[in-house]
């Protein structure tokens, strides 16, 4: 074999490398892409209303968000057994503390009444929390990872989302643009 057809061969075997490769690499994401669009799991987006309305709290009182029309609010969906959330439900207390003249902060819990109940107990959150013991919270805010924050204007539109455990200083300064916002 001559040099010049060694150098084809060997650019041939480097091109199919790179387009098998990127084969392996597109798979994944395209499949989450169908995924999310077919399932409808993408996240909500941001500046539409928000579709949940009515929040159940952990004492069988009910809550209407539309009751939030001149104020703002700020949702936790947490997991009571989620290492993650226990110690973001410790930061957003700390942040309703010093926002909570502000906006109406609360906590969705989508683990059982009891285990909600003990943690609850256990912690000194100062704030009202909700249960979801049927996913219909779950599913109308298209949570598919906790601890996720929704930051929603005076109108019940969504205006931010945070995604998983974030450091206290990203969760405050969304929390302070909103309720900054006009």
């Known amino acids: 074999m001559s040099l010049g057809m060694k150098k ?15 084969i392996i690499v597109a798979t ?15 996240p909500l987006p941001i500046g539409k209303p928000i579709p949940l309305r009515n929040l159940l709290s952990l004492r069988d009182s009910s809550f209407s968000l539309s009751s939030l029309r001149n104020g703002r ?5 947490f997991s ?8 973001m439900l410790s930061v957003f207390d700390s942040i309703e503390r010093e926002y909570g003249g502000k906006a109406t ?3 969705l819990s989508i683990s059982n009444r009891d285990t909600t109940a003990k943690l609850i107990s256990a912690s000194s959150i100062s704030f009202r929390v909700f249960l979801d013991q049927n996913d219909s919270a779950k599913n109308a805010l298209r949570v598919t990872t906790v601890p996720v924050t929704f930051l929603i ?11 998983g455990e974030v450091s ?4 405050e300064e969304a929390v302070k643009t909103l309720v900054e916002s006009k």
Do not use: W
């Open 8 to 22: 084809m061969a060997g650019g041939l075997e480097t091109r199919v490398a790179l387009v098998a490769l990127g």
């Open 105 to 107: 902060f609360a906590g």
């Open 80 to 87: 009571a057994e989620c290492p993650h959330c226990i110690r």
């Open 73 to 77: 609010a700020v949702l936790m969906v």
């Open 153 to 163: 204007d005076s109108g019940l539109i969504l205006r931010n989302e945070i995604f």
């Open 28 to 42: 994944p994401i395209l499949l989450l892409s169908y995924i999310h669009e077919k399932l409808d799991t993408a």
């Open 168 to 171: 206290p200083k990203i969760e």
